[in-house]
């Protein structure tokens, strides 16, 4: 195991995951959404009352950020631009620091076509604070619950070895502690584990599929859950502070899904941590001032 990371036969972790889910209420089952276009060129400039082809993709990748929901289904599968589509590109602009105009602008596709965190930023269009914001529920750690122990298990293989990862993801996990009353201890024994960390892909049976290299780098679930789950087909950087323009920093991923873990959601403020969106290539490594109070306030300390 000093090299490669544990892996599960698919009963096994199949056995885990139904497991887990049991804790955090049952899931449906994923179907997956349509991986969106490298290229947005036919939907660029696009705007209400045109037929674009493409623009079912935006639907879907707006739903899946928590900006749009159509009460029919159907209307994500048709490429008409309307009123729903154009409030919901508004409310993606306003949280992105965009211009609100309600056309899919080159500045609006450039933001779209970033890699970024898998977990949705917003909860029925409604954006709920100008910074950092928690899940809802406001589900946290008890006080009694602060030292916690994490194992990593894998379905696939990425493309760094265990040691990189255990390498990268204790130094995440150390600048979380070092601003809070949070403490965390990395176990071999998965029956001991609070946090489940691992590498998957493609459909890995928690309803939030991957979608290949790009798009979704990672998510993670709110307490206390404790699931982490990165994308094995990014190209992860190791744990090193010179990373290629090709590779995703996987200590910085690391640090923005722990926040998820402790409860805190996506942040409007472009310096912290918890703000959804990275470049491949850039480095993150810093705690705001937005990330600590957000994990101050909610935990009342």
Request: charge should be negative.
């Amino acid at each position: 195991m000093a090299k490669n990371l544990l892996y599960l036969s698919k009963a096994s972790f199949l056995l885990l995951i139904q497991l887990l889910a049991i804790q955090s209420g049952s899931f449906t089952n994923a179907k997956r959404i349509p991986e969106f276009p490298k290229s947005l060129k036919d939907v660029e400039e696009s705007q209400k009352g045109q037929r674009v082809q493409g623009l079912r993709e935006v639907k879907h990748y707006l739903n899946k950020y928590g900006y749009l929901n159509y009460e029919d289904s159907n209307n994500f599968e048709q490429d008409e631009f309307d009123e729903a589509l154009k409030v919901a590109i508004k409310t993606y602009q306003t949280f992105f620091h965009l211009k609100a105009t309600g056309k899919l602008d080159t500045d609006t596709i450039k933001q779209m076509s970033m890699p970024r965190c898998g977990v949705a930023d917003i909860i029925n269009g409604s954006l709920t604070h100008p910074q950092f914001t928690f899940i809802p529920g406001e589900p946290k750690w008890p006080h009694y619950k602060h030292h916690l122990q994490y194992a990593i298990i894998s379905s696939a293989i990425p493309n760094v070895n265990l040691t990189e990862v255990k390498k990268a993801v204790k130094y995440a996990f150390g600048e979380w502690a070092y601003f809070s009353d949070f403490s965390f201890e990395f176990t071999d024994y998965v029956g001991h584990a609070d946090l489940i960390l691992g590498f998957h892909r493609g459909d890995h049976g928690d309803g939030k599929a991957f979608d290949g290299p790009g798009g979704a780098l990672a998510h993670a679930f709110p307490p206390t859950n404790g699931r982490l789950h990165f994308d094995a087909d990014e190209i992860w950087s190791d744990s090193s502070y010179r990373i290629r323009s090709n590779q995703v920093d996987l200590v910085g991923i690391s640090m923005h899904e722990i926040g998820h873990l402790l409860g805190l959601d996506h942040s409007r403020d472009e310096l912290a941590i918890m703000y959804p969106g990275i470049a491949k290539g850039q480095i993150k490594r810093s705690l705001s001032l937005d990330d600590r109070d957000g994990l101050l306030t909610l935990y009342g300390s």
